[in-house]
């Protein structure tokens, strides 16, 4: 089976702490992604990577930064934890399209962060 | 740019009845085209995806969807909705490797 493995499920922080979310996927997929999820607002795109090193911000990267020193592996950084990051967030990643690839997102099982 | 629009944001219907969950997409060319599902506190699972070819696509729990060029619409059904369908639905589509997602349609089944 197809594994997309998010670090920590539940995480409770305070207000100013740095904060790691880690992202690990064993398909050897080249694309990564890191998506928030708000109640109405569905998945907002934080940051994408297409290849190691390589990162692209999306829609709301502002608060955040990435990490990816290996194909397998995709962290998001925190680097001062506010209130209004209180949310869930869900890591994916998928195969870049080609031939009978559609690129279809496969997702962690998400990890819910509440800063106090 | 693209878009993928869910009209609803809720969805009641009763144990067995049959369902219908909407979605328009705003693309040029052909899209790729997804629906998920999340049940609570769990990440999305894909239950069916379209690129090309049949336009009726047949997706896994039962699911199906038919993607409409001349509507932009790629709605997903179901003939007869079990209990533990109950969850978030999300359409998402594009023209690239990263898709756009709708809003997402919460389905609360009755029995």
């Known amino acids: 089976d197809v594994k997309v493995t998010q670090s920590s499920r539940y995480l409770v922080k305070r207000t100013g702490e740095k904060v790691f979310l880690e992202c690990v996927q064993d398909m050897d997929h080249e694309n990564m992604f890191w998506y928030r999820q708000d109640p109405g607002l569905g998945l907002r795109l934080i940051y994408f990577?297409?290849?190691?090193?390589?990162?692209e911000k999306g829609d709301i990267p502002e608060g955040y930064s990435v990490s990816r020193e290996k194909k397998e592996r995709f962290s998001l950084i925190l680097e001062s934890a506010s209130t209004n990051q209180t949310s869930m967030y869900l890591c994916?990643?998928?195969?870049?399209?080609?031939?009978?690839?559609?690129?279809?997102?496969?997702f962690g099982e998400g990890s819910r962060l509440t800063v106090l | 740019a693209q878009s993928v629009t869910q009209p609803d944001i809720h969805i009641t219907v009763s144990e067995g009845a049959s369902l219908e969950l909407r979605c328009n997409y705003s693309?040029?060319?052909?899209?790729?085209l997804f629906w998920y599902v999340q049940s609570p506190g769990q990440g999305l699972q894909l239950l069916l995806k379209y690129f090309s070819g049949d336009t009726l696509v047949q997706g896994i729990k039962g699911f199906e969807a038919e993607f409409k060029r001349s509507q932009s619409s790629f709605n997903l059904r179901k003939p007869s909705v079990h209990w533990s369908d109950a969850a978030e639905y999300f359409c998402a589509g594009g023209g690239s490797y990263i898709p756009t997602f709708g809003r997402g349609t919460s389905l609360i089944v009755h029995p």
């Open positions: 990577s297409y290849d190691v090193k390589m990162k």
């Open positions: 994916a990643s998928s195969r870049i399209p080609s031939g009978g690839s559609t690129g279809e997102l496969f």
């Open positions: 693309y040029g060319a052909t899209p790729y």
